[in-house]
């Protein structure tokens, strides 16, 4: 990544995991392209919060949660957060 930064004379600190992260979620939820056109927005959003570390992470979470979302249908996730105890229970 060192050398990435220097080719592009940009020096920041790059939180590798968290980007990765992303991309993996992009890409296994979405689609393949998915995965460099996140990095890449988050990398914009990045930019455009002058790179606040705690505002990155939050907007990769918000990233990575609609992708892990993406293919839900409606009713999915309208009871993604049941407790399946509590909704047995309530069968019973």
Do not use: F, T
């Not at 980007?19 to 689609?31: G, K, M, S």
């Amino acid at each position: 990544m060192d050398e990435l930064c220097d080719v592009l004379d940009i020096e920041v600190e790059v939180d590798e995991a968290l980007i990765l992260d992303l991309a993996r979620d992009a890409a296994h939820n979405v689609e393949r392209p998915a995965a460099p056109v996140s990095a890449y927005l988050l990398g914009y959003a990045a930019a455009a919060s002058a790179g606040d570390p705690a505002e990155v992470e939050r907007l990769a979470g918000l990233a990575s949660a609609l992708a892990l979302r993406w293919d839900k249908s409606p009713e999915d996730l309208e009871h993604e957060d049941d407790d399946e105890e509590v909704e047995a229970q309530l069968v019973e």
